[in-house]
């Protein structure tokens, strides 16, 4: 495995656990402040922590910005839009157990885009990795539970939108300048996510001084805006380029397993045998996708052997 492709893959595991560990924030935050309304304030406040690190650092690629760049961006950013809302709204008529197995489903659709769209074959182990971290991801959020409804078809196309995210983010940032791109990419989100607030939320709450100054609404932004916004989408779409889609879907199905592991230590929740077992399956799926594709030729030319004996 190239070293580029295992230093990328390490980050955006990183990338996985900053979401997966501010997932107990967030929750605490939009208990007052309404999630568009969070999310527009969120990623308005990465995209100006990006732009004054553009000035007094990066002024210089300034002259990369183009229409083509531009347009790259919006695509971006309107897909990871789309992923956030179709969950806000699918949570309103589902559980956030069946929501994240649902949501988590991305790991399934992005080598299907991949092949499709972008003509890339996944490896076999990937493919395997993909279905195991599937049967993973059953285990963890929905136990016996598979009824579904309204909402679980809304949070399907959110999976659908974080798929294509993946796959157009893996296809534009080899192309474009990292930091500009997200940039764009942020804002996208943000003024997305501000017009939706100002149609079906009290997005007048951000001008409350005691919403605004709660502890868990002010450390939950700013951790979220820098660290899990600013930082990690912008470690995404710089890493993204030295690996496959089907990797990042994988590691990106570690995000849930963060978020048990916090909620274990921070909130005291417990999980079952089978959450446990859930959580191990997507770990093996991932490492599983991690192999170089000469083990499985090997593995196969093996059994051949023994099976011509």
Not at 38 to 45: A, H, P, Y
Not at 167 to 176: D, E, N, Q, R
Not at 212 to 237: D, E, K, P, R, Y
Request: proline letters at 2%; aromatic letters at 14%.
């Amino acid at each position: 495995m190239k070293k580029q492709q295992v230093i990328a893959d390490v980050s955006l595991l990183l990338v996985t656990f900053i979401w997966g560990s501010t997932f107990v924030l967030v929750q605490n935050a939009v208990a007052l402040l309404e999630p568009f309304t969070f999310n527009g304030v969120r990623f308005g406040l990465a995209g100006l922590f990006l732009i004054a690190w553009l000035f007094v650092f990066k002024r210089n690629i300034l002259s990369m910005m183009n229409k083509k760049l531009l347009l790259s961006g919006v695509i971006m950013g309107t897909w990871l839009f789309t992923a956030y809302a179709l969950q806000t709204f699918g949570l309103l008529h589902t559980t956030s157990s069946k929501a994240g197995f649902i949501t988590g489903l991305s790991v399934v659709l992005v080598p299907l885009f991949g092949f499709l769209f972008l003509k890339e074959t996944p490896k076999r182990f990937a493919v395997f990795g993909v279905g195991v971290a599937t049967i993973g991801l059953y285990l963890l959020t929905l136990g016996d539970s598979l009824a579904l409804n309204f909402g679980d078809i809304l949070v399907f196309f959110c999976a659908i939108s974080f798929a294509a995210h993946i796959v157009v983010t893996g296809k534009y940032t080899p192309l474009y300048s990292t930091l500009l791109l997200t940039i764009v990419q942020i804002f996208t989100v943000s003024v997305l996510s501000s017009i939706s607030a100002v149609l079906f939320e009290d997005w007048q709450r951000v001008f409350d001084s005691e919403v605004m100054g709660n502890a868990n609404v002010f450390l939950a932004l700013i951790i979220c805006s820098i660290f899990a916004t600013a930082l990690a989408f912008l470690a995404q779409t710089n890493f993204q380029k030295f690996t496959t889609p089907t990797r990042v879907a994988l590691i990106f199905a570690m995000e849930p397993v963060f978020a048990a592991i916090t909620g274990f230590f921070w909130a005291n929740e417990r999980l079952g045998s089978k959450a446990l077992l859930g959580c191990l399956l997507i770990f093996i799926g991932m490492i599983l996708a991690e192999l170089p594709q000469k083990v499985f030729d090997g593995l196969v030319k093996n059994k051949q052997s023994y099976e011509a004996k």
